[in-house]
């Protein structure tokens, strides 16, 4: 399972990334806006923090002004990945960069049905929005299910299934006994990962025991 950054925030991405199990990052406007940056410099900042894919998202909301802007943004490094809403326009726009050899993220996936669309459409990947689903009381891991069996029926979709929208680790847990192929993470959601109490607990009682033998691993 790929693990993919989800912010625009470049000191969070450094930090993450410096563990090595980064595999890429996801923006979106939101998160642009956020960093308080122009776009295409911290996206081309964030291009080299990462070797993997970098998800950044076009704003227009028609076909033509989508391509141009999708070109400009796949121009500013080679590890970009143009992100367009799953909407006909956009699907439209993924058919014609992908055929150009861009890499293209779907966002903003609510259903199995778009999910169908997205892998047509050539994504690279496709982004199912997990969270914001169970906010509205539906079941966010079921559509991932929903998606990695549909797509398993098809030798031709190569579509990744990309789950986005993460509140917590155990949407990591159920995505990857799913089989989704990545997931990408708030960069808080991703320490919790490492996080457990009795962890805590069992390293500072070895600490304790290990001070009372007055050695040290290293020689002095
Ligand atoms: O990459 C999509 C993600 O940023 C959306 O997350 O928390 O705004 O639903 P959220």
Same mark, same amino acid.
């Given at each position: 399972? *790929?693990?993919? @950054? ?7 991405? %450094?930090? !993450? $990334? +410096? ?5 890429? /990052? ?76 861009? *890499?293209?993220? @779907? ?7 778009? %999910?169908? !669309? $997205? +892998? ?5 990947? /496709? ?90 691993? !290293?020689?002095?």
């Amino acid at each position: 399972m *790929k693990f993919f @950054v989800d912010t625009a925030d470049t000191s969070e991405i %450094a930090d !993450l $990334a +410096a563990t090595g199990l980064v595999d890429g /990052v996801t923006t979106n406007p939101s998160l642009v806006m956020k960093s308080g940056r122009p776009m295409r410099e911290v996206i081309g900042e964030i291009c080299a923090l990462v070797e993997g894919p970098v998800s950044a998202e076009v704003t227009a909301v028609d076909y033509d002004a989508m391509v141009k802007e999708g070109r400009y943004l796949a121009e500013i490094a080679e590890n970009v990945c143009v992100k367009v809403p799953l909407t006909m326009p956009g699907l439209k726009t993924c058919k014609t960069l992908s055929k150009a050899g861009i *890499k293209v993220n @779907v966002t903003l996936c609510f259903s199995a049905a778009q %999910a169908i !669309l $997205a +892998a047509k459409a050539g994504a690279t990947f /496709v982004s199912p929005f997990v969270g914001r689903l169970d906010d509205i009381g539906e079941d966010g891991m079921r559509l991932i299910a929903d998606i990695v069996t549909i797509y398993d029926q098809y030798d031709h979709f190569r579509t990744e299934v990309l789950v986005a929208s993460v509140r917590h680790p155990m949407h990591v847990v159920a995505a990857a006994q799913l089989g989704a192929d990545v997931v990408t993470l708030p960069p808080d959601v991703m320490r919790k990962l490492a996080q457990h109490p009795l962890t805590d607990k069992g390293l500072a009682a070895f600490l304790a025991d290990w001070q009372k033998t007055g050695q040290s691993i !290293l020689p002095s």
